[in-house]
């Protein structure tokens, strides 16, 4: 990789959370939610 | 300023607007869900008033059937783009939540179970692809992507491995086309082929997430079945996806040692960059639940608010399905993508009727 590509690639890396941990933090919190009683009975 | 390359510009991205960005996709995703939902509630029922023969079609075709529809007619306008290209963090946390609904002795026993298949799975569908791609001429990186994304889990792998051996963007193209296609055809293909093979839940869960290589597809095939075979599915796709980071790092120093990629400086960090965080997740709600952290009812909910984050996915799926955009890409690809997925999905139906014989599914 060139110097001008390890530059372009840093900010990249540097955006903060991935959709990974993104979609596993909303997955937490709203299993936190169901525990805590905010949401009782979820509908199908 | 010879010499100098022209680099996309990374704009800082403010997040309120990119949040209200794909709010339009979101709820077009879930109107999309929810229609099939309805149809899947309401078609039978007219049908049987009127004294038709109609078969009883599931949510997860109606859902993606109204996709393709729409992706493949009017076209999904750009205002409703960055919402639909979601479906994957909905798939994610769908995931994480459906840890719920297995125990973490389960997981241990089923993953274990998968953990043998999916080491023989990926060796095998390596090996093939490698030898086809070789035999109809294709780029040897290209060849590389193929054989990742047939192997491991579709799209993720074959843009973690495009980074990882520096492949042209065109050669990620063509094989993300490919994988994308033939798991189009997989939704339609596989409940009919386990249906005339009489497949348990079990057995057909574990056939589709050893075979079919998106996770998303994988996901809905398995949904297409029953639910039973959706957890399934669900499970040794995850399985799968674990050990993309072995896969990649494997091809990194392959063409590393060719001189035609970066090497790789520290190997424990390359494989926690390339693990899929979601499994984590899953193995944590898992171990919650198994402790039980949440009572029955909660279990229901989360179970519940796992199936409407599929809903969302199965839309996306449709809905990012365009087959003009995908015949474009070329038929080579296609044509070994199309040969090594054959094989793949009838040599890995060998192995679960083996593996059936051996743990009694």
Redesign the interface.
């Known amino acids: ?2 110097q ?2 390890q ?2 690639a840093a ?2 890396r540097q ?1 903060g959370l ?7 933090l ?3 919190v ?2 936190a939610l ?2 805590a009683g905010v ?6 | 300023m010879a010499g100098t390359v022209a680099l996309p510009q990374v704009r800082p991205v403010n997040p309120a607007l990119q949040f209200l960005k794909v709010i339009p996709g979101v709820l077009l995703l879930a109107a999309v869900g929810y229609a099939g939902k309805l149809l899947e509630a309401n078609v039978g029922k007219y049908a049987k008033a009127h004294h038709w023969t109609f078969p009883n079609i599931e949510y997860v075709l109606w859902a993606i059937l109204i996709g393709l529809a729409i992706s493949n007619t009017v076209g999904v306008p750009e205002i409703f783009r960055a919402g639909v290209a979601t479906y994957e963090f909905w798939l994610k946390a769908g995931i994480v939540l459906l840890g719920a609904r297995f125990l973490l002795g389960d997981v241990l026993k089923l993953g274990g179970a998968s953990l043998a298949l999916v080491g023989i799975e990926i060796v095998v569908a390596i090996a093939f692809m490698t030898f086809l791609g070789r035999a109809f001429g294709l780029k040897p990186k290209l060849t590389s992507l193929l054989a990742v994304g047939s192997a491991v889990c579709g799209v993720s792998a074959i843009i973690a491995t495009k980074g990882a051996i520096d492949a042209d963007d065109e050669d990620s193209s063509f094989a993300i086309a490919a994988i994308l296609a033939l798991g189009a055809l997989a939704l339609f293909t596989f409940p009919l082929i386990g249906h005339a093979l009489h497949l348990s839940d079990h057995a057909y869960g574990v056939w589709s997430g050893l075979a079919v290589d998106n996770t998303a597809e994988a996901a809905a095939a398995g949904a297409l079945y029953s639910d039973a075979a959706g957890k399934l599915a669900v499970l040794t796709k995850t399985t799968r996806n674990a050990l993309i980071g072995f896969v990649v790092l494997a091809y990194a120093f392959y063409w590393a040692s060719r001189g035609q990629a970066q090497a790789v400086g520290n190997k424990a960090l390359f494989l926690w960059q390339k693990f899929p965080k979601f499994v984590l997740g899953f193995l944590l709600i898992s171990a919650l639940a198994t402790a039980a952290f949440f009572s029955k009812d909660q279990i229901s909910a989360l179970a519940n608010l796992s199936r409407w984050a599929f809903l969302l996915t199965f839309a996306g799926v449709g809905l990012r399905t365009n087959f003009k955009a995908l015949s474009k890409q070329g038929l080579k690809p296609f044509a070994v993508g199309a040969i090594g997925e054959v094989v793949i999905a009838a040599f890995t139906l060998g192995l679960v009727f083996a593996a059936q014989r051996v743990f009694h599914w």
């Open positions: 990789m060139s001008q590509e530059t372009a900010p990249a955006r991935s959709i990974d941990a993104w979609a596993v909303l997955a937490f709203l299993a169901v525990r949401f009782k009975h979820i509908p199908w």
